[in-house]
């Protein structure tokens, strides 16, 4: 999921599942949980990383059935701002530290399987009998890596657009189906775009009176991001971050991948339908939360953005949402695919204990707590209805993501100095996105500076 790059508006909206509520539901589920034979009497006491996430009290609740049923573990939750997370842990992995249990996202699992200190669970999954079938197939492809499996699949997330139904009905917007983008026309996407998008005087962007120096609400942003910006536009266009998993080089600096900037791009200054990246802060980034604060306001009528923003986005929302699937492009329908896992340290000195708790989060126990409070589309398919479902009492549909987990997918990369490398990306991309001038120079640079992570991080 991120997923989840950067620091989360936590206030919210619309309200979570309470924890009585939750545990409840899932009383009968307590019996589920793992056993814990052979540990100590003693009290064992497990530290569980995370970075800070609306998903916490989810998983808080998750946990206080967990300890119930193991009455010898504690877990304390520790959370970081994300930019901190994988530093911090990687620091204390170094001396011998660290989470005896954490989060892993894609960008991090190449150098921490380097660095040794995932452990790997192959064994321990077949022994326990574990049915790998009842995960989404493409979860545990993409945390299998030389036939070994280092965590559990628990969620998933795709990139599709959160819309202003309000706006929409006050401009009497059709939500259309079956949109597409290319490069050279725009297609119907842009005309859509053109047709959200209004001025201070009343002209939407089709008019020949639109005033594109004075807009009042554009359709959407343009967020400098790799997940929830530019990946699913190069995947649609064919083109992919890098080659293959463990390539040392990435594979974005093509004639295709520079004519899918220049695309976003035009979504900004030429077209104008799409905020301008300064809008977004320094780089375009919305590293900040600025897209959501546009949204918020009013600004845009539309984000792209994968559903685990939905119960973070910020309390200004006032207006009713929907969601549009993303558009298809010329390669078809194409989406950003990504899911976490926890992950074992090899240095926890509390290694069974770990295992119990690694156990319960992959259950179906745990995921049915955390799909039915809203937090997270389980890793378990046949649990998604619950997420699906506790949206919909709330007002809001979120059957496009479900329906392009079925699409063609693409993951976060995977390589040594990814994670490294997608900062460094932003950082070369940030003058087409602020001002739109020579884009081909700006991904040749975006490109160079990434091969030399990659080459860096062994």
């Not at 984000?303 to 078809?332: C, M, R, Y």
Request: aromatic residues 12%; hydrophobic residues 40%.
């Amino acid at each position: 999921m991120l997923r989840r790059r950067f620091p989360l508006i936590t206030s919210r909206r619309l309200a979570l599942a309470s924890a009585g509520a939750a545990i409840a539901v899932t009383a009968a589920a307590c019996a589920a949980a793992p056993s814990s034979p052979g540990q100590a009497s003693g009290k064992i006491n497990l530290t569980y990383a995370q970075w800070q996430t609306a998903e916490t009290p989810g998983y808080q609740q998750s946990i206080k059935v967990f300890e119930k049923a193991h009455p010898n573990i504690h877990v304390t939750i520790e959370t970081f701002p994300y930019p901190n997370y994988q530093p911090k842990l990687t620091t204390e992995f170094s001396s011998g530290g660290g989470p005896d249990i954490f989060w892993v996202n894609t960008p991090m699992i190449a150098s921490w399987l380097k660095d040794g200190v995932m452990e790997d669970l192959t064994a321990k999954i077949k022994a326990a009998h574990i049915n790998l079938g009842q995960y989404l197939p493409t979860l545990v492809s993409l945390h299998r890596f030389g036939g070994k499996l280092y965590g559990l699949p628990k969620d998933w997330d795709t990139i599709a657009y959160f819309y202003n139904a309000t706006y929409f009905a006050k401009h009497h917007i059709t939500v259309p189906a079956g949109l597409s983008w290319n490069p050279a026309s725009g297609g119907s996407w842009v005309h859509f775009l053109r047709e959200l998008t209004v001025d201070t005087h009343g002209n939407n962007a089709l008019s020949p009176k639109f005033d594109p120096n004075s807009v009042a609400t554009y359709a959407i942003d343009d967020p400098n991001q790799m997940q929830w910006g530019f990946e699913p536009f190069l995947a649609e266009n064919g083109v992919n971050i890098i080659g293959k998993p463990y390539a040392k080089n990435v594979a974005f600096d093509t004639p295709a991948g520079r004519q899918t900037f220049q695309f976003l791009s035009d979504l900004m200054y030429k077209w104008h339908v799409a905020a301008p990246g300064s809008a977004l802060g320094a780089d375009g980034a919305a590293n900040n939360g600025e897209d959501q604060q546009l949204f918020a306001k009013g600004k845009v009528a539309m984000i792209e953005n994968g559903d685990w923003i939905t119960s973070g986005l910020p309390a200004e929302v006032k207006f009713k949402l929907g969601v549009l699937p993303f558009p298809s492009g010329p390669s078809g329908n194409w989406t950003v695919l990504n899911g976490l896992i926890d992950s074992i340290n090899t240095h926890s000195t509390h290694q069974q204990a770990a295992w119990e708790l690694e156990q319960w989060l992959g259950s179906p126990a745990s995921q049915k707590i955390l799909g039915a409070g809203g937090y997270i589309w389980p890793g378990i398919p046949s649990l998604d209805p619950l997420f699906l479902k506790y949206w919909q009492r709330k007002g809001l549909n979120m059957q496009p993501f479900l329906a392009e987990s079925h699409w063609h997918t693409v993951y976060w990369p995977v390589t040594p100095g990814m994670n490294q490398a997608q900062l460094d990306i932003a950082n070369q991309l940030a003058p087409a996105y602020l001002n739109g001038r020579n884009v081909a120079g700006a991904v040749s640079a975006a490109a160079k500076q990434a091969n030399g992570d990659l080459a860096t991080a062994g």
